[in-house]
């Protein structure tokens, strides 16, 4: 027990006893249909995404319904949308993997410094914490992006900035009993460095609830960067954006409704997905959990 | 509890400092100029810097912030840059709407998701219990954008049951306070499964069952009453989730409240509108999460105020 090694963090048949729950087997698929939809996109994309065509068009100049020709329809522009939604979802799972990992790292550091260095420093940064709990994150996330160049970059940073508070709170918590265990105090008694101390012992412990909230934190980056991209203020135009096709469309949606639900649908699915498969891995990782239902 | 009440209040009042001082901060040092927002693009120079004076954004961030924190010790946002409005004056006039909002989504919520926990509960393990409970995830998956302009096209555009925005009746409230509170459904339905999953596992509701009590008769007479306490009583904590969504239901629906407010403001830049509405909020979430910290030992008397 005195030498966790991460892979005995996560058990043997995590994976296996994943695909069992029909819920955390239908988000692995859809993850894996994004995420190879996303990699081969230039591929797959039967057109340019930015292209705008001349034949994308009704002769009213109107968007193209989804089927014949173009699969899922064309946008205003004459674009395919079907190539729009694959270069999207690049821009969705970027800003997941890249924010989402910025705001976990942030808040472990956070939550593992306050929780096993009590004193001034876990206090103070605990404070802080409580501070940006009381920020309307959302809010904030508009603010800081409205007034900054939105690029794919900042709005990663963002989200980040406003995302790291949660895991930061479950990683102290869990974290200030950790400290107090007896296995870390006899580390102590023998000699160990506080870096062999939190490398080797306190973070393998915590690599479970790391990999939880680093899976459901995707999804809550997801329906942020499309939010802020609905309202216009996050990733610009013509980079394609789940959030920011819905954004360029809606004004034309009561006529055109497939230009909004499309990429609603896929924003809900990709979230939905993300959000299924934590939750099973919290069940699966967590053994007070088990047998509950 | 007066002195953990003190306490509390004390804290509290250097949260909302601490929010008022990183807003502050991070809207002085931002790119963006509100000044040439006041003065249009076709301002000279002179126009500029006369206006940058009159509004005291030449002197030192020190000194800003010192002078609003004064002006708001004594109650005074400030004035919009753009509107010439006390900015206290243009959130009270907008609050009435977001709370009706807030009111009309928290009805919502609990209406759906408590019924949803509570019919998930008794039907554990049975596909409808694991129908409900995927459903539940689909609600928090729903960005709340994709719901409102669902909802407008089903309900407004094909049905035309609900007006498409605006404010003023009943009818104008139903969408936007289900796309508000469709988000909390979702959590709310876990919860009250897993409360009154809990219930009913007690002793108590064995003995009622030895009694020979009807079914019915524990389930909303015993076990309800018990299980839905803990759950109520995250109300306060929803305040701080709806604060992020009014911005996007609000904007969406063109419904009138602070929301909609925050959000003109921030396009212009008009800071001291964007200070108002954040502190607000703020105070808001602080206050709501005082509120569920409160009524938690009157719900369950093992939890001591500390």
Known sequence: MNDLSAADALPRGTLSRLMQRKAALFGLVIIAMVVAGALLAPWI?????????????????????????????????????????????????????????????????????????????????????DLMMAFPALLLAICLAAIFEPSLWIVAMVIALVNWVQTARVIYTETSSLATRDFIAAERTLGASTSRILFRHVLPHLLPTIIVWGTLGISTTVLLEATLS???????????????????????????????????????????????????????????QRGRD | MA????????????????????????????PADPVRQIAGRSATPETVENIRQQLGLDRPF?????????????????????????????????????L?????????????????????????????????????????????????LLLLYVFA?????????????????????????????GWYARMMRSSMIDVLRADYIRTARAKGLTRGRIVLRHALPNAILPVIAM??????????????????????????????????????????????????????????????????PRIRLR
Do not use: C
């Open chain 1, 45 to 129: 994309a039967p057109y340019d995404p930015n292209e705008q065509m001349f034949d994308g068009l009704t002769l009213e100049g109107a968007p193209m319904p989804p089927g014949g020709q173009f699969l899922l329809g064309t946008d205003l522009l004459g674009r395919d949308l079907f190539s729009r939604l694959l270069h999207g979802a690049r821009t969705s799972l970027v800003i997941g993997i890249v924010a989402n990992g910025l705001a976990l790292l942030i808040g472990t550091l956070v939550g593992i410094t306050a929780g096993f260095f009590r004193g001034w420093i876990g206090a103070g940064l605990m404070r802080f914490t």
């Open chain 2, 62 to 98: 020190a000194v800003q912030y010192a002078r609003y924190l004064g002006a708001l010790a004594q109650g005074d946002m400030g004035r919009s840059y753009l509107q010439k409005t006390e900015v206290a004056e243009l959130i009270l006039s907008r609050l009435p709407a977001t």
């Open chain 2, 100 to 148: 009706l909002l807030m009111a009309g989504a928290i009805f919502f919520e609990l209406l759906l998701g408590l019924t949803m926990g509570i019919v998930a509960a008794l039907r554990r393990g049975r596909a409808v219990d694991q129908v409900l409970m995927v459903t539940s995830f689909v609600t928090v998956s729903a960005p709340q954008f994709v719901v409102s």
């Open chain 2, 157 to 185: 555009v094909k049905l035309g049951w609900f007006p498409i925005g605006g404010y003023g009746t009943f009818a104008h409230l139903v969408l936007p306070a289900i796309t508000l509170g469709i988000l909390g459904s």
């Open chain 2, 235 to 300: 109300i306060g904590i929803d305040i701080g989730i709806f604060m992020g969504g009014i911005v996007v239901v609000e904007s969406v629906f063109g419904w009138p409240g602070i929301g909609q407010l925050a959000w003109q403001a921030i396009q212009r830049v008009d800071i001291p509108i964007i200070m108002g509405v954040t502190l607000v909020s703020a105070a808001a979430i602080v206050l709501g999460n005082l509120i569920a910290d409160l009524i938690a030992p009157f719900i369950d």
């Open chain 1, 230 to 288: 609905f309202l216009g203020v996050g990733v610009q135009p013509p980079t394609a954006s789940w959030g920011n096709i819905i954004f360029e469309n809606q004004t034309y949606f009561q006529s055109a409704p497939w230009l909004v639900f499309i990429p609603g649908a896929a924003i809900i699915l990709l979230a939905l997905a993300f959000n299924l498969v934590g939750d099973a891995l919290r069940d699966v990782l967590d053994p007070t």
């Open chain 2, 3 to 30: 002195a953990y009440l003190l306490r509390r209040l004390a804290q509290s009042a250097l949260i909302l400092l601490g929010v008022s001082f990183i807003t502050f901060f991070l809207l002085y040092v931002l």
